[in-house]
């Protein structure tokens, strides 16, 4: 049975269209619709319940050590207080998962994994875990909110000292007031915008909600959805699990060689990349010319030769037209003209340069 977060008579009372996700009862959209969801995050504020994220808690003497041998990132010049993002691997380079690393102390850090991914990621874990080090889900325990756009650090400051609201992207501050919540606000976010996530006590996740939204209410944050999520990690061209990476994908092919650091003297995975040699896939942005929206498995063609698939897709509602990622082959004859195959029918599209939208002000 699908399980409800702390957040759900929010929802429901916000009118809510609720849909199961990851074994969670959310919201696909509210009432507003996708596209007023998505453009109230690139012009003012959206507010997203991602209280179905998980939450693994490593500690001991080598919990470092762990974390090292566990992800493919290197998270040994970390400070207290950053947050680092990495694939997890299997020995074959595969991806397991990609989550956030952040540094709460010298020997506690917190794993942000992804909702379907949470047991299979903490089994995982356990597997592999080694010395004197701990390993807790604390997953239930936590209601997790997303205020993405750039009115959030506006909308913030009215229940946060400016000291308590961390400044810089990729860095959390713990232990601070929200109004009278106790909470961990992190600088990170999954829509390509300036934006904080907010992890509090289950018990405090609707009070902080509702919080967040009446002081909101004048910057223009509304509630928003998995619709309005997924348009906007897609255009600022951030990758889902089980789409742009999975098992059989390496972090490389899919373009995250920023988060594998080969010089690290090990981790899981790291023999299995190398063994593979130079990647023979990339994944791309493409630009649906022709009539129609791709999808997620789409074939895509260069001239008559099938070269790969799309791996995400939809009408990107900031830009105003189809774009779709893609895994395919690295080497394809770019004269050829590329097609995509949706719905049967070959529709012309051209690469175009990733991410298709980009705010730099984070």
């Known amino acids: 049975m699908d399980k409800k977060t702390p957040l759900y008579e929010c929802h429901?009372?916000?009118?809510?269209?609720?849909?199961?996700?990851?074994?969670?009862?959310?919201?696909?959209?509210?009432?507003?619709?996708?596209?007023?969801?998505?453009?109230?995050?690139?012009?003012?504020?959206?507010?997203?319940?991602?209280?179905?994220?998980?939450?693994?808690?490593?500690?001991?003497?080598?919990?470092?050590?762990?974390?090292?041998?566990?992800?493919?990132n290197d998270c040994g010049n970390m400070y207290t207080g950053q947050v680092r993002y990495s694939p997890m691997c299997y020995e074959d380079g595969g991806v397991v998962d990609d989550l956030l690393v952040y540094k709460r102390e010298e020997e506690s850090y917190l794993l942000v994994v992804n909702a379907s991914n949470r047991l299979k990621d903490a089994e995982f874990i356990k597997e592999h875990l080694f010395g004197e080090v701990t390993m807790e889900d604390i997953s239930d325990s936590v209601a997790q909110i997303a205020l993405q756009g750039p009115a959030a650090e506006k909308i913030l400051s009215k229940l946060c000292k400016e000291s308590d609201i961390p400044v810089k992207y990729y860095t959390f501050k713990e232990r601070v007031k929200a109004g009278e919540i106790t909470a961990l606000i992190s600088r990170t976010g999954y829509t390509g915008e300036l934006g904080y996530e907010l992890y509090v006590k289950t018990e405090d996740g609707e009070k902080l909600w509702e919080l967040l939204m009446d002081v909101g209410k004048e910057e223009g944050l509304i509630p928003c959805g998995l619709g309005a999520r997924d348009t906007l990690r897609l255009e600022a061209a951030m990758p889902l699990y089980g789409h742009e990476m999975d098992e059989t994908i390496t972090p490389l092919e899919t373009g995250l060689s920023f988060a594998v650091k080969l010089h690290k003297?090990?981790?899981?995975?790291?023999?299995?990349?190398?063994?593979?040699?130079?990647?023979?896939?990339?994944?791309?942005?493409?630009?649906?010319?022709?009539?129609?929206?791709?999808?997620?498995?789409?074939?895509?063609?260069?001239?008559?030769?099938?070269?790969?698939?799309?791996?995400?897709?939809?009408?990107?509602?900031?830009?105003?037209?189809?774009?779709?990622?893609?895994?395919?082959?690295?080497?394809?004859?770019?004269?050829?003209?590329?097609?995509?195959?949706?719905?049967?029918k070959k529709i012309e599209a051209e690469e175009v340069p990733l991410p298709f939208y980009k705010n730099t002000v984070k």
């Open 265 to 344: 003297e090990d981790f899981i995975g790291k023999d299995g990349i190398l063994s593979r040699g130079e990647p023979k896939r990339k994944r791309i942005g493409l630009r649906i010319t022709g009539r129609g929206i791709a999808r997620e498995n789409c074939p895509v063609y260069a001239g008559d030769t099938l070269i790969g698939y799309t791996t995400s897709g939809t009408h990107l509602p900031c830009l105003g037209f189809p774009g779709a990622m893609a895994i395919v082959t690295k080497e394809y004859d770019t004269k050829a003209g590329l097609t995509v195959e949706i719905r049967g």
């Open 12 to 72: 429901v009372r916000s009118g809510g269209k609720i849909v199961p996700f990851a074994g969670y009862l959310l919201p696909v959209q509210y009432e507003t619709g996708v596209i007023a969801e998505h453009m109230a995050v690139r012009k003012a504020a959206g507010l997203f319940d991602v209280s179905h994220m998980g939450e693994l808690l490593l500690k001991g003497r080598d919990a470092l050590s762990n974390i090292q041998k566990l992800v493919t």
